[in-house]
Nanobody, 118 residues
Framework: QVQLVESGGGLVQPGGSLRLSCTAS????????MSWFRQAPGKERALVAV????????RYAEFAKGRFTISTDKAKNTVYLQMNSLKPEDTAVYYC???????????WGQGTQVTISS
């Protein structure tokens, strides 16, 4: 059974940093389009960052550019989201997503809460 397990969320002050992890079981992250999404209370789920080809191709939402970095550790079968210069508006549940490149499959993790507050 495919599982995506996120970790690394928490409470951080504005300007701080967090690194989220998404560790996959059964699937190999380098064979999927791996993405981070987030959902704030009362808002729709939004794309944060995408990585394809184990980071060979990355794409970021405008709000993430220059502050967030998506990366892949092949040995650990894990995708990371490094978040710097965090703002209160970054507060949300962050989800990991894996989409098949050649097959129509779509997997989600359970989410990890990120709260930015002083």
């Amino acid at each position: 059974q495919v599982q995506l397990v996120e970790s690394g969320g928490g409470l951080v002050q504005p300007g701080g940093s967090l690194r989220l992890s998404c560790t996959a079981s059964v699937l190999t992250v380098t064979s999927y389009r791996m993405s981070w999404f987030r959902q704030a209370p009362g808002k729709e789920r939004a794309l944060v960052a995408v990585s394809t080809n184990a980071g060979g191709t990355t794409r970021y939402a405008e709000f993430a550019k220059g502050r967030f970095t998506i990366s892949t550790d092949k040995a650990k079968n894990t995708v990371y989201l490094q978040m710097n210069s965090l703002k209160p508006e970054d507060t949300a549940v962050y989800y990991c997503n894996a989409q098949g490149l050649n097959i129509p499959v779509d997997y989600w993790g359970q989410g990890t809460q990120v709260t930015i507050s002083s």
